[in-house]
């Protein structure tokens, strides 16, 4: 065949290997990428469910830590309300009870006034004294009224209210300062006592806050709780002095008066039954 048939044959000897290899690849290529995808997909499954686990970590975590600060709210200010005997006493108590569970910096107590006309700034507190007392010196400068502020509008609608960032809200009208430059987020939530505001409390946070529904709900529950005390504490000084005015007439009056329960015992008497009977 000579040396040219045998080249030949070398040739497409090569070929024919190089053939059924390509051949063979084209097989084999579409079952290992396959292969490669299904193992891609069940990495990215693991992954995922990795994360999406320590993410459902977190949330409930966050909410546990959310709930406890909520309980430790209603303690707090339960507590203060049991042992104090009127709202003078327990207002600073409740604001720092408050703030110091919220992790919050300033709170404030407005008075709505007898008139029903405005709202003043009665009391305040907060671990940074200085911020404080200028909040409560600008907040006595002007005339607040129903609906002129974050105050006047928690007055005016009757609900909490929140406010992201005080820097960039023209509701808040407190004016600018150096102490209130650090402040950011503000939240406030109306007393109820009866079918009236009777005042409102408001709040100051050191960072911007996103709106909290769920803390603004809890924060309506203290505000109904604190109500319900203001009341309790408005029938009991009215039940006081009326029990005082009664037994000045009593001891005052120039006859003889007794007093006497169902069975028939004297309770009471004055000084002019004192002197009749012995």
């Known amino acids: 065949m000579g040396v040219?048939?045998?080249w030949t044959m070398v040739v497409d000897g090569v070929s024919m290997f190089w053939l059924v290899a390509a051949a063979n690849v084209l097989l084999v290529a579409p079952l290992i990428f396959l292969l490669l995808q299904a193992s891609w997909r069940a990495r990215t499954e693991r992954i995922c469910a990795e994360a999406e686990r320590i993410r459902f970590q977190e949330s409930e975590q966050r909410l546990r830590r959310l709930l406890d600060r909520r309980q430790a709210l209603q303690h707090a200010v339960a507590k203060v309300l049991a042992g104090a005997s009127t709202v003078e006493q327990a207002i600073p108590d409740l604001l720092q009870a408050i703030v110091t569970n919220l992790d919050w910096h300033v709170g404030l107590f407005w008075r709505v006034q007898d008139d029903r006309q405005t709202i003043?700034?009665?009391?305040?507190?907060?671990?940074?004294?200085?911020?404080?007392?200028?909040?409560?010196?600008?907040?006595?400068?002007?005339?607040?009224?129903?609906?002129?502020?974050?105050?006047?509008?928690?007055?005016?609608?009757?609900?909490?209210?929140?406010?992201?960032?005080?820097?960039?809200?023209?509701?808040?009208?407190?004016?600018?300062?150096?102490?209130?430059?650090?402040?950011?987020a503000a939240c406030?939530?109306?007393?109820?006592?009866?079918?009236?505001?009777?005042?409102?409390?408001?709040?100051?946070?050191?960072?911007?806050q996103v709106e909290d529904r769920d803390l603004l709900r809890a924060l309506g529950t203290v505000g109904r709780q604190i109500g319900l005390f203001v009341e309790r504490t408005e029938v009991e000084a009215a039940l006081h002095e009326n029990e005082v005015r009664t037994s000045l007439v009593i001891d005052t009056a120039l006859d003889a008066v007794m007093t006497m329960d169902r069975t028939g015992r004297i309770t009471e008497w004055n000084a002019q039954a004192e002197q009749v009977f012995g």
């Open 188 to 208: 406030v939530f109306p007393i109820w006592l009866g079918a009236n505001v009777y005042g409102v409390m408001e709040l100051f946070s050191s960072e911007p």
């Open 4 to 6: 040219f048939g045998e």
């Open 120 to 184: 003043i700034c009665m009391q305040g507190w907060s671990g940074d004294t200085a911020v404080v007392q200028g909040l409560m010196r600008r907040s006595r400068q002007e005339t607040h009224t129903v609906g002129s502020d974050l105050p006047g509008h928690c007055w005016a609608h009757g609900e909490p209210l929140w406010m992201e960032n005080v820097a960039r809200d023209p509701m808040f009208a407190h004016g600018p300062g150096e102490g209130t430059r650090i402040l950011h």
